[in-house]
Structure formats: C-alpha cells, structure tokens
C-alpha cells in the first residue's frame, strides 16, 4: 500500500506530479483521519494480544483500511502476516481461477472477496 503522500513525494519532476494525480483521480483512495485512528489502534492492540503479533504501523493501516472498506488484502510479501491476522481475506496470486484465499469468500465482519464479485471462480 502506498498513500498518496509518498507517490506525490516520490515525483522528479512537476509533470510525474501531475500524472501522478491524474492516476490518482482514476482509483478509490481511502482516507484516514483521527477517527480511523482510534481504530487501527484498537485493531493493533486487539492482533497483539490476541495473536501475539506485533504490527508495523503501515501494515496496522493497511489492515485497517481494508477491514473498514470491507475489501480483500492482495499480496505476495505480506500474506502470511495478514493470513494469521484474521482480520480480512488475503489473496496470494491472482494470475489463475485458483487464487490461494486465507478465508472463504466472507468473513465475519462481512467482508467480500471482490474476486468471487468480479467473477474469477471460485477462490
């Protein structure tokens, strides 16, 4: 997960800025706020002591915001870390109809697995 502050920042140049936000416009990008911020605390303290998983504070948001956008987690690196989180679905690889889930298409707090929604078999 990047934000958009570290691809803004990243840029060279005043034109990478500008197409940088015109991609940008093109997505859904999730915001963060002081609210937010009392819940993937909670989410980070609840992991820690349930799990006994101690999480960075990007990979706290990026648990956070798709538990509370109610969307599936894709990754290679992280899968196993998100996997025993339990918090939403992770999917390993979406490059065949067998794409390794770590839960059924929902959990218990009503996440989706947008693939099963999009149509790519079953996960």
Known sequence: MLNAYELLRAATSEQEQKHIYSA?????????NAR???????LSQRIEREHGITLSMRDAF????????????????KYDLY????????????????????????NENGSKNILTEMGIGKV
């Open 83 to 106: 996997t025993r989180t339990s918090v939403v679905p992770v999917i390993r690889d979406v490059a065949t109809n067998n794409a390794n889930v770590s839960r059924e298409n929902v």
């Open 24 to 32: 940008l416009s093109l997505v859904r990008v999730l915001g963060f």
């Open 62 to 77: 990026i648990l956070g915001m798709a538990e509370q956008s109610r969307l599936s987690i894709l990754t290679e690196n």
């Open 36 to 42: 937010t911020s009392v819940t993937f605390a909670a």
